[in-house]
């Protein structure tokens, strides 16, 4: 092989292998750029990580959760406004009943009531439902409802009628208004059973007397153990010889059998507190005296059902004003902080698109300007070497060609 032809080999190896390295040289670099843009845009991720956009959906989640709450307190006193007048409705029949002398229409009447509040072991989220113990108890249990930097108190009330004897012996009788008896020591039909009031007479000297109390025709006559009796219009009742005593009355009771036979114990009572027909007497007794008292007895506490029952009731609508402006104040919370999401979500996005276009713009620009320059310097490469490998030395005929005539 002539040195040329060496000279020429050498000379395009030399070409392609500087090439070769050159672009080996530009892939390294494209990857670092790649790995820098990689890094960039991971930061910009890191910058508008979306974090407090996540919070304020935080929040109006958290008040959208205490407004469906509130929906359900407000649910179960709106239940109990409208029960207000059904309950307002059986009172007055139950009045009408009295003065028609009907026990059974009066029994009707109360247990009714009970039917429209129900019972808080079926309905936990009731306000007016029965929560008796079973033992003369009835809890009053509060709930603070909070919401939107507000709080409520809500009040249990029960708005039917029940009922407890504890007995001296021991023993707990309590209504079966289906059975229309008493139960808990065997079961007495209400028509085998009457209720007397126990009290108490004291003397000038001090000494007390024990006897049971009749109220009829706005005069109550007491009644003591002999049978002897003492009567008066208020608390101070003179016996037949004139002489005066204090009277006081208590929740003690007395429940007199078909049979003849006695029992003393305790009345408690809870909700509106009304009894059966059987706890106020007959109301349609032959006896006057017998049939005043019992009407007088269930007219009081008709009467003192529908005070408390108002009670109730101006509760109930105190509670809804203070929820619904519970709510009022969560729904203008809660826009508040949705038109701050969207305005902090719209920003964020419209930085870090921004941010993001830069970057890939620069890489893009730096990938080009990059491409331009090693096409800039390839091409140089490839003139040098071509040039050094296209080059002839002159052969012995040249040259003497070139001294003959003296070039």
């Given at each position: 092989m002539s040195t040329s032809s060496s000279n020429i080999l050498s000379s395009v190896y030399s070409a392609?292998?500087?090439d070769s390295t050159l672009e080996?040289?530009?892939l390294v670099v494209k990857q670092a750029m790649a790995k820098r843009m990689e890094k960039e845009l991971a930061d910009l991720n890191g910058k508008y990580d979306g974090k407090k956009a996540a919070g304020l959906e935080e929040q109006i989640n958290a008040l959208a959760d205490q407004k469906q709450s509130i929906a359900d307190y407000l649910s179960s006193v709106e239940t109990g406004q409208k029960r207000m007048d059904s309950i307002r409705t059986a009172l007055l029949s139950a009045r009408d009943a009295?003065?028609?002398?009907?026990?059974?229409a009066f029994d009707l009447y109360v247990n009714s009531i009970n039917s429209w509040v129900g019972?808080?072991?079926?309905?936990?989220?009731?306000?007016?439902?029965?929560?008796?113990?079973?033992?003369?108890q009835w809890r009053s249990d509060a709930t603070f409802v909070s919401g939107g930097g507000q709080t409520v108190q809500l009040t249990h009330q029960f708005a039917g009628n029940d009922y407890d004897l504890?007995?001296?012996d021991g023993s707990v009788l309590q209504p079966d208004s289906k059975g229309a008896a008493l139960i808990g020591k065997g079961e007495t039909k209400f028509s085998d059973l009457s209720l007397s009031h126990l009290a108490t007479l004291k003397a000038g000297d001090g000494s007390t007397i024990s006897g049971t109390i009749l109220q009829a025709n706005g005069q109550t006559t007491f009644t003591d153990g002999?049978?002897?009796t003492y009567t008066g219009t208020g608390s101070t009742l003179t016996d037949t010889d004139g002489n005066s005593y204090a009277l006081t009355t208590s929740d003690r009771v007395r429940i007199t059998y078909a049979d003849g036979h006695t029992a003393d114990g305790t009345l408690k009572t809870g909700g509106l507190g009304m009894l059966h027909s059987w706890g106020y007497g007959d109301f349609n007794s032959s006896d006057p005296t017998a049939k005043a008292a019992a009407q007088e007895a269930a007219y009081a506490a008709i009467d003192a059902a529908i005070r408390k029952l108002g009670a109730i009731e101006?509760?109930?609508?105190?509670?809804?004003?203070?929820?619904?402006?519970?709510?009022?104040?969560?729904?203008?919370?809660?826009?508040m902080l949705s038109d701050e999401y969207d305005k902090v979500a719209n920003e964020?996005?419209?930085?870090?698109?921004a941010e993001r276009r830069a970057i890939e713009t620069r890489f893009q620009m730096a990938t080009n300007s990059m491409a331009l320059a090693n096409q800039t310097a390839s091409a140089l490469i490839t003139q040098m070497f071509n040039t050094s490998a296209t080059y002839e030395a002159p052969d012995l005929t040249d040259i003497m060609l070139s001294q003959v005539s003296g070039q």
């Amino acid at each position: 092989m002539s040195t040329s032809s060496s000279n020429i080999l050498s000379s395009v190896y030399s070409a392609s292998y500087f090439d070769s390295t050159l672009e080996n040289s530009r892939l390294v670099v494209k990857q670092a750029m790649a790995k820098r843009m990689e890094k960039e845009l991971a930061d910009l991720n890191g910058k508008y990580d979306g974090k407090k956009a996540a919070g304020l959906e935080e929040q109006i989640n958290a008040l959208a959760d205490q407004k469906q709450s509130i929906a359900d307190y407000l649910s179960s006193v709106e239940t109990g406004q409208k029960r207000m007048d059904s309950i307002r409705t059986a009172l007055l029949s139950a009045r009408d009943a009295v003065t028609k002398g009907s026990a059974s229409a009066f029994d009707l009447y109360v247990n009714s009531i009970n039917s429209w509040v129900g019972n808080q072991g079926d309905d936990s989220k009731s306000l007016i439902a029965n929560n008796g113990s079973g033992n003369g108890q009835w809890r009053s249990d509060a709930t603070f409802v909070s919401g939107g930097g507000q709080t409520v108190q809500l009040t249990h009330q029960f708005a039917g009628n029940d009922y407890d004897l504890i007995m001296d012996d021991g023993s707990v009788l309590q209504p079966d208004s289906k059975g229309a008896a008493l139960i808990g020591k065997g079961e007495t039909k209400f028509s085998d059973l009457s209720l007397s009031h126990l009290a108490t007479l004291k003397a000038g000297d001090g000494s007390t007397i024990s006897g049971t109390i009749l109220q009829a025709n706005g005069q109550t006559t007491f009644t003591d153990g002999n049978g002897k009796t003492y009567t008066g219009t208020g608390s101070t009742l003179t016996d037949t010889d004139g002489n005066s005593y204090a009277l006081t009355t208590s929740d003690r009771v007395r429940i007199t059998y078909a049979d003849g036979h006695t029992a003393d114990g305790t009345l408690k009572t809870g909700g509106l507190g009304m009894l059966h027909s059987w706890g106020y007497g007959d109301f349609n007794s032959s006896d006057p005296t017998a049939k005043a008292a019992a009407q007088e007895a269930a007219y009081a506490a008709i009467d003192a059902a529908i005070r408390k029952l108002g009670a109730i009731e101006s509760n109930l609508y105190t509670e809804q004003a203070g929820l619904q402006g519970i709510a009022t104040n969560i729904d203008g919370k809660s826009a508040m902080l949705s038109d701050e999401y969207d305005k902090v979500a719209n920003e964020e996005l419209t930085a870090k698109q921004a941010e993001r276009r830069a970057i890939e713009t620069r890489f893009q620009m730096a990938t080009n300007s990059m491409a331009l320059a090693n096409q800039t310097a390839s091409a140089l490469i490839t003139q040098m070497f071509n040039t050094s490998a296209t080059y002839e030395a002159p052969d012995l005929t040249d040259i003497m060609l070139s001294q003959v005539s003296g070039q």
